[in-house]
């Protein structure tokens, strides 16, 4: 089992920065993906951006984003506090949602799914 632990949620003005975080309780160099997905209201979750932790610090990790936030948003890890890292800057009423951060595991003879709590972000004036 993999616990994930998100913190850094809150109100924010349009065009304002958040940092959301998630800590697992599982070193970052044996996370397959980490990824991170937001549900706004009466709307089905979507997938926001993932990173691919190598299995070392020396590794590349491939990053990814969906449209709508590409060039905004950057995520990043800091292996030594098992911790990943949603930067979001320029934010829009649009990103107003709860997001979720999620991490595959591979065990071996199975893939691990899991998810963290849900931290609610809001972009209001």
């Known amino acids: 089992q993999v616990q994930l632990t998100e913190s850094g949620g809150g109100l924010v003005q349009p065009g304002g920065s958040l940092t959301l975080s998630c800590t697992a309780t599982?070193?970052?160099?044996?996370?397959?993906?980490m990824g991170w997905y937001r549900q706004a209201p009466g709307k089905q979750r979507e997938w926001v951006a993932y990173?691919?932790?190598?299995?070392?610090?020396?590794?590349?990790?491939?990053?990814n984003f969906a449209d709508s936030v590409k060039g905004r948003f950057t995520i990043s890890t800091d292996n030594a506090k098992n911790t990943g890292y949603l930067q979001m800057n320029s934010l829009k009423p649009d990103d107003t949602a709860v997001y979720y951060c999620?991490?595959?595991?591979?065990?071996?003879?199975?893939?691990?799914?899991?998810w963290g709590q849900g931290i609610q972000v809001t972009v209001s004036s």
């Open positions: 999620n991490v595959q595991r591979n065990w071996g003879n199975y893939v691990g799914d899991y």
């Open positions: 990173i691919l932790p190598g299995s070392d610090a020396t590794s590349y990790s491939p990053t």
């Open positions: 599982e070193s970052i160099f044996n996370i397959n993906r």
